[in-house]
């Protein structure tokens, strides 16, 4: 800090949202509705992270809920509750986003270990449209719940795959990306380090 800079301070009446792809909750079905505890292992609870102020998250759960009324009811508990907000994603939709695209896609390339064979591209056009969707559904959420007066604020992101034969858009700088594209950056909206579903 420079002299003459004046340092923030936070207090109890500050309030933070925290977005991630993860609520740092562990929700099971119990016997008397659910079972819902804090995980420590997240490390973005507001004990974690030493935070002194308010804290809203926003994220999904490994619980699958495919029943509409028992996502309503879920979602209104632990909003009040844990003061998390809850995503829900359909099983198809939730694959091709974490468990192909981010896992299998985007970590290696944040971490500068893509190994790419000749015959296989692995840049797959419906996980990236997967990606997109689960990406707006985030910032919908966070905007419909803290900022209904600015509902155009964050457009959605393009569902369309790069023209080809371009290479896929190059994900934003991060310490992990020692040589970003600057010609076409993925712009992720929301997420742990700026990037959902690490």
């Not at 079905?29 to 926003?58: C, F, Q």
């Not at 985030?138 to 023209?163: D, E, G, Q, T, Y």
């Not at 034969?165 to 992720?188: A, R």
Request: hydrophobic share 35%.
């Amino acid at each position: 800090m420079q002299a003459g800079e004046k340092q923030l301070v936070l207090t109890t009446e500050e309030r933070v949202i925290i977005v991630a792809y993860h609520l740092p909750l562990r929700v099971d079905r119990a016997s008397n509705g659910y079972s819902i505890e804090w995980d420590d292992e997240r490390g973005i609870d507001k004990h974690g992270m030493g935070l002194p102020l308010k804290v809203t998250y926003v994220g999904c759960i490994e619980l699958d809920v495919p029943d509409m009324a028992e996502q309503e009811a879920l979602e209104k508990l632990l909003f009040e509750q844990y003061n998390c907000i809850v995503i829900f994603l359909e099983s198809k939709l939730r694959d091709k986003f974490y468990h192909r695209f981010c896992r299998l896609y985007l970590a290696p390339v944040m971490h500068n270990q893509m190994h790419v064979m000749e015959d296989v591209d692995p840049f797959q056009p419906d996980e990236w449209r997967a990606y997109c969707v689960v990406n707006q559904l985030f910032a919908s959420k966070v905007m419909l719940r803290h900022c209904r007066h600015l509902p155009l604020a964050s457009p959605p992101p393009s569902p369309s795959p790069p023209p080809s034969p371009s290479p896929p858009p190059s994900p934003p700088h991060t310490p992990h990306t020692p040589t970003p594209n600057p010609h076409k950056p993925l712009t992720p909206i929301l997420g742990d380090g700026g990037l959902l579903g690490r």
